[in-house]
Nanobody, 121 residues
Framework: QVQLVESGGGLVQPGGSLRLSCAASRSIFGIGIMGWYRQGPGKQRDLVAAISSGGSTNYADSVKGRFTISRDNAKNTVSLQMNSLKPEDTAVYYC???????????????WGQGTQVTVSS
């Protein structure tokens, strides 16, 4: 079982910055797309940003130009740099990875435990 461990959430004022990081906790045979999702109070979980193993990225329109996703394939980590944060960015942020644990296993989605990001003055 792949475990994703997130770090970096917290409280920040509007206009501030935070960096979220996520690391896979055990050896994995392969990781495909990695991404960050968020879920605000009473809302569904939505994609924030995703990155392929080759470095192609995709962002939600609401974060384009403010957030940057990156990954280190050698370390099986993914990060999200969040700048110019707004109150509407407040949510629990979840790391996601599509991965397989062995040559014969199926590709499966794995999730982190979530980290709270609160943007407030």
């Amino acid at each position: 079982q792949v475990q994703l461990v997130e770090s970096g959430g917290g409280l920040v004022q509007p206009g501030g910055s935070l960096r979220l990081s996520c690391a896979a906790s055990r050896s994995i045979f392969g990781i495909g797309i990695m991404g960050w999702y968020r879920q605000g109070p009473g809302k569904q979980r939505d994609l924030v940003a995703a990155i392929s193993s080759g470095g192609s990225t995709n962002y939600a329109d609401s974060v384009k130009g403010r957030f940057t996703i990156s990954r280190d394939n050698a370390k099986n980590t993914v990060s999200l740099q969040m700048n110019s944060l707004k109150p509407e960015d407040t949510a629990v942020y979840y790391c996601n990875a599509n991965a397989k644990t062995s040559w014969s296993s199926a590709w499966s989605d794995y999730w982190g435990q979530g980290t709270q990001v609160t943007v407030s003055s």
